[in-house]
């Protein structure tokens, strides 16, 4: 069974669509995929790692939509077992193929999680992450010691979502004290290329002697390996939030311009807090541009997100 899969150019979304690829694999060892997807998600997907992984195709946007012709030259050679279009292209009606699934959005309130199973009927599975031995060995090599690690992601791609880095860097000093719940912890700041500036003012509130710079220095797979290793991570809604979750990490997500609900970060050991104004709070209120890049996360304090992260911490001692 040869599977044509298109998936998002964001790396969040792309990361949830591997929930539908893990459900696949599970219904058949033996699918094969093609995986078309954006350059922000591209480092998930190497054929030396994921084991049914055929080949990957990266989806540069062009004017006038001639990424979709670019791609069409690419794969309308081969007669398609089945096409999971969640871009809602239309391409793969120009295709060969057995069977056609194709996602155009949806304004449900359910989890896209559960949205993208109703794609091929299956059971809602959760997201996958592939890892290397290599990046594994990588990751290790990152931690010195046997300290436990507090990982945060202080970045998220629009500002509206970005929780202050001073509030990051006081919730990371309550956690790692000597009373917190990762007594002495290492803390390990992770972001994406080009989220550097983003980062500064959550590393400038954190002790240097601890901390571990990560923001823009990692490859996908690495960073997922080292998300992995991590005691606890916390972060905005974002596609980092989203790979912790997927690799089994305690992952705590914060939440305003957004809805949790839909977006969530996956699986038992996760939990979202979001801020004291609703979703329809923030996108109804007066003067709400989401072109603009000021903060809809200041009405979320240090000490609501440290209850979160301490409870979903106990829990997750406790299973």
């Not at 002495?184 to 509130?205: C, H, K, N």
């Not at 903060?295 to 406790?318: F, G, I």
């Amino acid at each position: 069974m040869r599977v044509l899969f298109i998936t998002a150019n964001r790396l969040g979304d792309a990361i949830l669509s591997t929930s539908l690829l893990a459900a696949m694999v599970e219904r058949d060892p033996l699918v094969k995929f093609t995986i078309a997807c954006g350059p922000a998600a591209a480092g998930l997907f190497q054929v030396s790692v994921m084991p049914n992984l055929e080949r990957v195709i990266v989806v540069q946007k062009l004017p006038w939509a001639r990424h979709w012709w670019e791609l069409w030259k690419q794969v309308a050679a081969t007669r398609w077992s089945l096409v999971v279009d969640l871009r809602g292209s239309g391409l793969s009606q120009f295709l060969m193929a057995y069977r056609r699934r194709v996602f155009r959005g949806s304004g449900s309130s359910m989890h896209r999680v559960i949205v993208l199973s109703q794609v091929l009927k299956l059971p809602p599975t959760s997201p996958r992450i592939w890892i290397g031995e290599a990046n594994r060995k990588a990751a290790l090599r990152l931690w010195e010691g046997r300290q436990p690690v507090l990982a945060i992601g202080p970045t998220a791609n629009w500002g509206g979502k970005i929780w202050p880095g001073e509030r990051f860097a006081d919730l990371a000093l309550r956690l790692t004290a000597p009373d917190g719940i990762l007594p002495g912890a290492r803390i390990a700041v992770f972001g994406g290329p080009g989220e550097e500036a983003l980062a500064e003012t959550a590393l400038a509130g954190l002790p240097a002697d601890r901390t571990m710079n990560f923001v823009g220095k990692l490859d996908l797979l690495d960073l997922a390996a080292a998300l992995e290793r991590s005691a606890l991570y916390i972060g905005n809604d974002s596609g980092l939030m989203h790979l912790s979750a997927a690799v089994g990490t305690p992952t705590v997500g914060l939440f305003g311009p957004s809805r949790e609900s839909v977006y969530g970060p996956w699986g038992q050991k996760t939990a979202a807090v979001r801020t004291d104004l609703s979703y329809d709070e923030i996108v109804n209120s007066p003067g709400y541009d989401y072109r603009k890049h000021d903060s809809h996360m200041l009405t979320l304090n240090v000490d609501k997100v440290q209850r979160a992260a301490e409870q979903l911490w106990r829990y997750c001692q406790d299973d």
